[in-house]
């Protein structure tokens, strides 16, 4: 009961973030309290951190704040060093790891978010990269896959499968909500059974948001940024 005082998580509950750190405190074990934080009437609660950036996700540990969703995964393990550990020991396949966990963070979830808000030719630009991003994915995982085991870290879900989780186990909602297909299993039979296997766990299926809910975040998202965008007269 005393832990669960100490460690609290602020987010928002359709935020990939936010939903990384949810399911990393799950994997590890760790009791924890969440709190929705509405960014646009920030509580008295959160602004008392002082932030330097008032975003979420915001990891709170006896009493001190940790930012930055990565940074957050990294200090979970390193923290509570009981099994399963999220990354590696050996300090060459932690860089691998920690490596392909930026750039699924910025490069492959920029791409996805441009595909969402974009349209037209923009939105077509867009998917093309996406498609290059999955495809050095694809072939950037299939070496650090351990003995043919489902997840990145073997018997246990690790860093790169929390990582991952959050970016594509909602793809379903996405496609339905913008008609446009992102992960196809021929194309990208790697990522498509990797992801599979992880949506489909009860751990993971903890931590999604509701689909609807989902869907209509997405929509809402890409109307308004479309009728933000600037238009082109001929």
Known sequence: MEEEKKVKLYGRWGSTFYKRVELALKIKGIPYECV????????????????????????????????????????????WKGNPQLLPKDPFERAKVRFWGKFLHQQLLLSIGLVITKGGEEQERAMKVLFENLKMVEEGMQDLFLGGTPYINGENLGFLDIVMSSILSPHRAIEEAIGVKIIDPERNPVIFSWVTTLSDLPVVKETLPPHDMLVALVQFIRQKNLLQSPKVEA
């Open 36 to 79: 929705e934080e509405d960014l646009s009437n920030k509580s008295q609660l959160f602004l008392q951190y002082k932030l330097v950036q008032k975003k979420v996700p915001v990891l709170v540990h006896d009493g001190r704040p940790i930012v930055e969703s990565l940074v957050i995964l990294e200090y979970i393990d390193e923290n």
